[in-house]
Structure formats: C-alpha cells, structure tokens
C-alpha cells in the first residue's frame, strides 16, 4: 500500500516563506503526477500546482511565489511558498498520481492528509 505524509505547515507573517513537503512510501513503481491542493475555510478545495511530464501549472492566485518540484529522494514532493499572503490560509493537501509495483501500468490518485498553513497580517 502506498502511504502520504505531509509536513512543514505553520503560522507565518505576511512576506514570509513555508516549504511543505510530501513523502510518499510504500511499493511505488512511478510517480506520475504531483499536485497541491488547499482548502480555506468555508471555501471548496482548489487546486494550487500541479505537475506532470508535460510540464507545471499554478493558480493565478500562486503564480510567481509557489513552485512544485520533487526532491532528490525521489519520492518526496515539495511546495515551496514565497511572499506569502493572509489569503494563502488554508489546509495544504498533496495529492499524487501513483503507479504501484503490483500494477505498474495504472495510476491512482493518493492524498496527503493536509497540513494548516496560517499567515498573519
């Protein structure tokens, strides 16, 4: 079975900077899509980044201060997030497009269980 873990949320000032990183375990043949989601409250979960072979999206919301990349332990994904904002509050999610040993043809999607992002003005 494939497990997220997530990490590297907090509180921060406005101006300041956060990297949230996500490591994926378990019997993982391929990491196919990375993505970052974030969830405000009272707000639905929007997409943030996300990442594939044919290349990286941002929100406009994001765009020029958070950049997706993956780690040189390859199964670790990180959101490095710049010039943060008040209205970056949110829970952070990872998601995953992931290809198993045992199926290493299909990609499934996997979510991290969310880390609280706060910045203060």
């Known amino acids: 079975q494939v497990q997220l873990v997530e990490s590297g949320g907090g509180l921060v000032q406005a101006g300041g900077s956060l990297r949230l990183s996500c490591a994926a375990s378990?019997?993982?043949?391929?990491?196919?899509?990375m993505a970052w989601y974030r969830q405000a409250p009272g707000k639905q979960r929007e997409l943030v980044a996300t990442?594939?072979?044919?290349?990286?999206n941002y929100a406009d919301a994001v765009k020029g201060r958070f950049t997706i990349s993956r780690g040189n332990a390859k199964n670790t994904v990180y959101l490095q997030m710049n010039s943060l904002k008040p209205e970056d509050t949110a829970v952070y999610y990872c998601?995953?497009?992931?290809?198993?040993?045992?199926?290493?043809?299909?990609?499934?999607?996997?979510w991290g269980q969310g880390t609280q992002v706060t910045v203060s003005s």
């Open positions: 998601k995953l497009g992931i290809a198993t040993m045992t199926m290493p043809y299909t990609t499934y999607d996997y």
């Open positions: 990442s594939t072979r044919g290349g990286t």
């Open positions: 378990g019997s993982i043949y391929s990491i196919n899509v």
